[in-house]
């Protein structure tokens, strides 16, 4: 099954494989987030710091360890030390509610919650909710000015004296590393249960030969750490060849990704589809010349033909599209760079095998939509304390992976939904996202969803809900001409019987786009 040669051995930290890899980069910057850098030397003396501080305080190896943490380097030295100690982070979604965070707290057991003072009265309040009462910690340059003197603190944490290097906790290649909670767009979130190997696969099979990171890049990406896309992009593929990281705290608006491409000089940047529409929409947009831009990804959603030919018009330089999930860690079908088919999700990642199946489990002819299956060596172990949701995921080797696909001639694939995002329009399957990507080449239009609604006969039609570009005005026919634009350019009953003009579009902390809300609302 496995394609390559690579073996990783039983006894396998990630942590201590990533510090051993840089042992002879001491002074290299490995970090720089808004208040200054780290060196990979200085990452590994404070990761084997943090390591022996959470052994010191009786958090043991297999506990977890919640972190409410925005991206500065104190996130990748919390998830690197406790990992190194065999306690397992769970990196949570800086954007959540308190009732998120309780539940996270309960569900995993934390028996500790490191907290970015920015975050603490949230995560206070989630305390007061949670039925369990972990120590919590402080983390950020800050701490001591927001009038908590009496919690502990990362800082204090990392004038503890290191572990030795042969001190670390002995670990299995499938032991539990970290969990990742799924962005639970529906119901509650689920935690993925991710071995110390995965993180391995994903720079082995990804990160180095399709997105290509090399040790002199300079990588931002916008996908925080704790998103899965994110810990690939901001720490597996840049820690595994010695490259630099830049990290931000604050949300990446095109302003504040504008800002660090420039004075960074990033040159490996990942994004997801709707920041790139909108880095091409803002008037601050840099010329070519002022950036140092190599190779761009994107994931979370299909990247719109227009978009990636638009960027790569300006920047010179190609977005490489891709299909990753929560389960899988990271991306396993991608564009690649020289061969880039704008609309497609791109080819299976080498060490990842595809399959598309119809409801019965048989395999669909190509050009046919199907259920997209995937089997690689990166899959989660299982959804933490939830056996149904793991059975119909996790089957045998395949993992169900909840998207709709199809497959042309040469193998490339093309997004055509979530298997519930899915609309049956006259008996004929009609991807939402393919009539967005009809709707968004038209020069009004900025960004759009489209949902299926119900007739007065029961029926599904289409609705498109239409974010206008700026200067733009809904007036008097335009409607009807959008309709007759997509009407040009698919079949004629995909088009959209109803159309909404929106200011804007609900969205998941990733910047997926939340049909299921604007399904309700209709």
């Known amino acids: 099954m496995d394609h390559h040669s690579t073996q990783v051995p039983q006894q396998f930290n990630f942590a201590r494989h990533i510090l ?98 920015a975050l603490l009265p949230c995560v206070r309040e989630a305390l007061t909710m949670s039925r369990n009462q972990p120590e919590l910690i402080v983390a950020g340059n800050e701490a001591n000015a927001a009038g908590d003197t ?115 000089r990033a040159t490996v940047f990942a994004g997801v589809p709707t920041l790139y529409v909108a880095m091409l929409a803002a008037p601050e947009l840099p010329p070519r010349e002022q950036v140092a831009l190599r190779v761009c990804a994107s994931a979370g959603e299909a990247l719109p033909r227009d978009v990636g030919e638009a960027f790569r018009n300006h920047f010179g330089c190609d977005i490489l599209d891709g299909l990753g999930s929560t389960e899988m860690l990271h991306i396993f079908v991608s564009n690649r760079a020289g061969d880039v088919h704008y609309g497609s999700s791109g080819l299976p990642v080498p060490g990842y095998d595809i399959a598309l199946r119809d409801d019965d489990g048989h395999p669909v002819a190509n050009g046919e939509i199907g259920d997209l299956y995937v089997r690689g060596p990166s899959a989660a172990l299982l959804y933490w304390c939830n056996r149904d949701k793991s059975r119909s995921t996790f089957q045998g080797e395949w993992l169900k992976s909840g998207d709709k696909y199809s497959r042309d001639d040469k193998g490339f694939l093309t997004y055509a939904g979530r298997s519930d995002d899915m609309l049956k329009v006259s008996g004929q399957y009609v991807s939402p996202i393919e009539v967005e990507a009809a709707l968004i080449a038209h020069p009004a ?78």
């Open 20 to 117: 051993a890899l840089n042992a002879g980069r001491a002074d290299k910057l490995a970090y720089v987030d808004d208040h200054g850098g780290l060196t990979y030397g200085e990452l590994d003396r404070r990761v084997r710091s943090f390591a022996a501080a959470l052994l010191a305080r009786g958090i043991q190896p297999e506990q977890r360890l919640l972190l409410v943490m925005q991206d500065t380097v104190d996130l990748p030295v919390a998830l690197l030390g406790a990992m190194f100690a065999g306690v397992v982070p769970v990196p949570a979604n800086t954007l959540l509610p308190a009732a998120d965070y309780a539940y996270m707290i309960d569900h995993s057991r934390a028996r500790a919650v490191i907290a970015s003072a």
């Open 150 to 264: 009496a919690l502990p603190t990362v800082a204090a944490m990392l004038d503890t004296e290191p572990l030795a290097a042969d001190a670390h906790a002995d670990t299995g290649a499938d032991d539990f590393a970290f969990w990742l909670y799924s962005s639970g767009s529906t119901g509650r979130p689920k935690g993925a249960v991710h071995s110390h190997a995965n993180l391995f696969w994903t720079a082995e099979l990804y990160g180095t030969p399709i997105l290509g990171v090399r040790e002199d890049d300079v990588v931002f990406s916008a996908a925080k750490l704790f998103f899965a896309y994110g810990l690939g992009n901001g720490l597996t593929f840049p820690l595994s060849v010695g490259a630099t990281v830049v990290l931000m705290a604050g949300r990446a608006t095109p302003q504040a990704v504008f800002a660090r491409l420039v004075e960074k």
């Open 445 to 522: 239009v900025l960004e759009c969803a489209v949902v299926g609604k119900r007739d007065a006969d029961g029926l599904t039609k289409t609705a498109a809900y239409v974010v206008l570009g700026a200067g733009q005005q809904a007036a008097d026919g335009l409607a009807d001409e959008l309709k007759a634009f997509v009407k040009g350019r698919l079949a004629p009953h995909k088009y959209p019987r109803e159309l909404v003009f929106v200011p804007d579009l609900p969205k998941t902390a990733t910047g997926k786009i939340q049909r299921f809300r604007l399904r309700d609302a209709a």
